[in-house]
């Protein structure tokens, strides 16, 4: 599967995102998708995942800020972010892995799409 992730951008502090994740190849519903993170000068970070079934799991330095869903239609895996924070800041990444189980560890995933820069200021 190749993945692309979009919906970057700029924003002030408080604002909102939504990144998608799109696939060509095959369907997203036999993946587990990941989001994650690289700040500058940093290692690439867990964010939240959806599970082929559905199920869903947030990092807790997001958690009541991000949601993730899944788009069957189009394909497509949504990361909605509000509240944004200058923390927040970093190419935001999407992968995938053909196992139906939650993961946090980048390790795991074994398809990787270009990243997408958020950047957030105060």
């Known amino acids: 599967v190749q993945l692309q992730a979009s919906g970057g951008g700029s924003v002030q502090a408080g604002g909102s995102l939504r990144l998608s994740c799109a696939a060509s190849g095959r369907t997203l519903s036999s993946y587990t998708i990941g989001w994650f993170r690289q700040a500058p000068g940093q290692e690439r970070d867990f964010v939240a995942a959806?599970?082929?079934?559905?199920?869903?799991y947030i990092a807790d330095s997001v958690k009541g800020r991000v949601t993730i869903s899944r788009d069957d239609a189009k394909n497509t895996v949504l990361l909605q972010m509000n509240t944004l924070k200058p923390e927040d800041t970093a190419v935001y990444y999407c992968a995938a892995r053909e196992r139906d189980a939650l993961r946090t560890s980048r390790n795991e995933y074994d398809n990787w799409g270009r990243g997408t820069l958020v950047t957030v200021s105060s």
């Open positions: 959806i599970s082929g079934s559905g199920a869903t």
